[in-house]
């Protein structure tokens, strides 16, 4: 089994995207990072957790999932980098091959200690707009070989009619 260590906020500072969402709205940053590490999670089979620290979200240690992810939010003075390497150490086993991803030239070098892989932000950016592309050729590969329907209908109401499938109005 495979997983995936994320440094929340590590990533967030170094992905353009996200950097630019936190400069206005953090919790949305936060939001827009775990989903973007639940495609991860579904494309790749890795187990992901991402690591918030407690410093931009005072008060008690927090863990929760948000589509299918893990995530933590340390207690009050331990650092996401702390809880990181803890979590490397007490997840690797035999079976298991724990992978970090932060651009923490520090934390890099504690996590090698511990036995996990690195991946730097810039990295799974790269990997992620690879998966993107992945999941599009598949929606899209998908959409060709759905069966077109026995009556013929225009565009205007197959789009009523797919709105109704989903529950929109």
Excluded: C
Excluded at 68 to 77: A, G, M
Excluded at 127 to 152: D, L
């Amino acid at each position: 089994m495979d997983i995936l260590l994320v440094d929340g906020y590590n990533i967030i500072g170094a992905w353009p995207e996200l950097r630019a969402l936190k400069e206005h709205d953090l919790p949305a940053a936060r939001d827009r990072l775990v989903e973007r590490m639940a495609e991860y999670q579904a494309y790749s089979g890795f187990r992901v957790i991402v690591v918030f620290d407690a410093y931009y979200v005072q008060g008690t240690e927090k863990k929760y999932k948000n589509h299918k992810i893990e995530v933590i939010f340390t207690k009050e003075n331990e650092t996401a980098d702390e809880r990181i390497e803890k979590l490397a150490i007490s997840l690797s086993n035999r079976k298991t091959q724990v992978h970090v991803a932060t651009s923490d030239f520090t934390e890099q070098w504690a996590i090698f200690g511990q036995g996990a892989l690195r991946k730097s932000a810039r990295e799974l950016l790269i990997e992620m707009s690879s998966i993107e592309k992945g999941i599009e050729k598949k929606v899209k590969t998908i959409q060709e070989k759905r069966p077109a329907s026995k009556i013929k209908i225009s565009d205007e109401m197959a789009e009523i009619f797919e709105k109704w499938r989903r529950g929109q109005k």
